[in-house]
T-cell receptor, first 117, second 113 residues
């Protein structure tokens, strides 16, 4: 059962476009939502993250929009560049509790983004 | 150079053979994780460890084993019971004290001969 559903699977945009990647979840115990960027043959790296007490977070050209009531969040890349071509993963973390789930993430299946020059 | 080291970069396994993937970190992070990545499947958690000498199964632990004898090291053994081991394996770490970010190593690609 996929805890975090991500779409689309792939996305192609022209340079300067604004690709949008969407994620949805059901578990209301999730309280931390990071996005990771991965280049071919490399490990993922944290891009930006948000908590559910805010509806939007910006870091440079990357913005997360968060809709708590709809249990959805999305990544927007402003003025996309060919160097942004990578695979993007959304993830979610359950609220830390006394159980052994502390720190584990549930990942979406990834979106392969291609930005044409 | 600090960070997370995974070795080897490529690993070949013969049928019926156990192989061990290395993950070492000098970040002094408490938690360590192993993920498996297959095309179109995202990252799936195999095992994770919050402290030395303690670890928990993730979502796809069958056919894998781990140990956490030192804080710096979290090796993953792919046993012969794992019938479809070909994948990209990623190790990650996270600091304690409420820190949230997981940091990933460069990965090991395992191929079956």
């Amino acid at each position: 059962q996929q805890q975090v559903k991500q779409s689309p699977q792939s996305l192609i945009v022209q340079k300067g476009g604004i690709p949008i990647i969407n994620c949805a979840y059901e578990n209301t115990a999730f309280d931390y939502f990071p996005w990771y960027q991965q280049f071919p043959g490399k490990g993922p790296a944290l891009l930006i993250a948000i908590r559910p007490d805010v509806s939007e977070k910006k870091e440079g050209r990357f913005t997360i929009s968060f809709n708590k009531s709809a249990k959805q969040f999305s990544l927007h890349i402003m003025d996309s560049q060919p160097g942004d071509s990578a695979t993007y993963f959304c993830a979610a973390r359950p609220t830390p509790d006394r159980g052994s789930t502390l720190g584990r993430l549930y990942f979406g299946r990834g979106t392969q983004l291609t930005v044409w020059p | 150079d600090g960070g997370i080291t995974q070795s080897p970069k490529y690993l070949f396994r013969k049928e019926g053979q156990n192989v061990t993937l290395s993950c070492e970190q000098n970040l002094n992070h408490d938690a360590m994780y192993w993920y498996r990545q297959d095309p179109g499947q995202g990252l799936r958690l195999i095992y994770y460890s919050q402290i030395v000498n303690d670890f928990q199964k993730g979502d796809i632990a069958e056919g894998y084993s781990v140990s956490r004898e030192k804080k710096e090291s979290f090796p993953l053994t792919v046993t012969s019971a794992q019938k479809n081991p070909t994948a990209f394996y990623l190790c990650a770490t996270k600091a304690g004290g409420g820190r949230e970010t997981q940091y990933f190593g460069p990965g090991t690609r395992l191929l079956v001969l």
